[in-house]
């Protein structure tokens, strides 16, 4: 009896020592503003913070690169700072890679209208 309890409680620990270390949910970007309208000439900075495992903060962990989608209606700097340029629909897109592994990936859009 004493070998089946030894064996048991081995079994317990391997099985507890294979648990992950890392939280397995999803990234949880938070974009600001939400959707939006500017005037021609105008400019907003847009902002975005990433989540994980619920409520950490790993923004730092990303190098952002902000892209409109067209330029003749709004443009953005590398920064996130948005300028309306002529009246129109557009988006800009945040794409984040993340620090020491080169993964990238879409982090989230902004709809941009400029009157």
């Known amino acids: 009896m ?3 309890i030894v064996f048991t409680s081995l079994l317990a ?3 507890c020592s294979d648990a992950p270390t890392t939280c397995p949910q999803a990234l ?3 974009l600001s503003p939400a959707d939006t309208a500017v005037r021609v000439g105008d400019r907003f900075q847009a902002r975005v913070r990433v989540f994980a495992c619920g409520d950490s903060d790993v923004t730092t962990e ?3 690169d ?8 709004v443009r953005t700097d590398a920064s996130g700072m948005v300028t309306g340029v002529s009246k129109g629909v557009s988006a800009i ?3 984040g890679t993340r ?3 080169g993964l990238r990936r879409q982090l989230g ?3 941009v209208t400029v009157r």
């Open 2 to 4: 004493r070998r089946r």
């Open 99 to 101: 620090a020491g592994t």
């Open 93 to 95: 897109d945040v794409f």
């Open 62 to 64: 990303y190098a952002l």
């Open 13 to 15: 620990i391997v099985a």
């Open 66 to 73: 902000w892209q409109s989608r067209d330029t003749s209606v």
């Open 28 to 30: 949880a970007p938070q």
């Open 109 to 111: 859009e902004i709809a």
